[in-house]
T-cell receptor, first 112, second 115 residues
C-alpha cells in the first residue's frame, strides 16, 4: 500500500527565514498531493495542493514542488512569520480511491 | 455556515462500554472519513465512505465500525473500547465523485480517553 514519509519531524527557524518540509511517497500512480496546517488545538486545514501534471505551485509565501520521478514533494514557506508556527501534514492518495495517507507531521516553530 | 460537526468533543469512558461519536456535514459532500491522530503518527485513516451505503476500511479499522445511512451523517462506533483507542478523532468530508483530489473539511475533533 501507499506509504508517505515526512521530514523533519520538528523544525525551528527565525522569523523571516525560509522553511522547507519534504515528503516521499511510494505509489507511482499517486496524482494529488495536498498540504494541511494544524494550529495548536485546532483542526487541520488545507493550505495548498498540487496535481501531478504540474511541477510547482505558488500561493503568496507558500509553494509546493513535485518531483514525480523521485516520488517526493516539498512545502516551501518564505519570509516566515510567528503565525506560521503549527504542525504541517503532507498527504498522498492510497491504493484505493477513498484512501488519503498522511505523513507523520512536522512541527514548525517560528521564533520572533 | 458550511461545517462538519462532531459530538462529543470530549469523552472519558471505561473499557468495554460501547460508544458512538457522531459526525454530520451540511455541504452535501459525497465523501466522508474518520481519522485518528496520535503523537508522532500523524493522521491515520480508520474508515471512509464514498457515498450512502458505501463504506471501506482505511489503514487502522480494527475495533471500529461505521455506517452511512444518510449522506450527511457518518457515525463512528466503538463496540468495546480499549485503552489503545485513546486518541483524538477527526471526521472529514469532501466533494468528490471518485478518488480524493480535493479539499478535506475537518470537524473540530473528539478527544476520547478510555480508562
Amino acid at each position: 500500500g501507499e506509504n508517505v514519509e515526512q521530514h523533519p519531524s520538528t523544525l525551528s527557524v527565525q522569523e523571516g527565514d525560509s522553511a522547507v518540509i519534504k515528503c516521499t511517497y511510494s505509489d507511482s500512480a499517486s496524482n494529488y498531493f495536498p498540504w494541511y496546517k494544524q494550529e495548536l488545538g485546532k483542526r487541520p486545514q488545507l493550505i495548498i495542493d498540487i496535481r501531478s501534471n504540474v511541477g510547482e505551485k505558488k500561493d503568496q509565501r507558500i509553494a509546493v514542488t513535485l518531483n514525480k520521478t523521485a516520488k517526493h514533494f516539498s512545502l516551501h514557506i518564505t519570509e516566515t512569520q510567528p503565525e506560521d508556527s503549527a504542525v504541517y501534514f503532507c498527504a498522498a492518495p492510497g491504493d484505493q480511491g477513498g484512501k488519503l495517507i498522511f505523513g507523520q507531521g512536522t512541527e514548525l516553530s517560528v521564533k520572533p | 455556515e458550511a461545517q462538519v460537526t462532531q459530538n462529543p468533543r470530549y469523552l472519558i469512558t471505561v473499557t468495554g462500554k460501547k460508544l458512538t461519536v457522531t459526525c454530520s456535514q451540511n455541504m452535501n459532500h459525497e465523501y466522508m472519513s474518520w481519522y485518528r491522530q496520535d503523537p508522532g503518527l500523524g493522521l491515520r485513516q480508520i474508515y471512509y465512505s464514498m457515498n450512502v451505503e458505501v463504506t471501506d476500511k482505511g489503514d487502522v479499522p480494527e475495533g471500529y465500525k461505521v455506517s452511512r445511512k444518510e449522506k450527511r451523517n457518518f457515525p463512528l462506533i466503538l463496540e468495546s473500547p480499549s485503552p489503545n483507542q485513546t486518541s483524538l478523532y477527526f471526521c472529514a468530508s469532501s466533494f468528490t465523485s471518485g478518488s480524493i483530489n480535493g479539499e478535506l473539511f475537518f470537524g473540530e475533533g473528539s478527544r476520547l480517553t478510555v480508562l
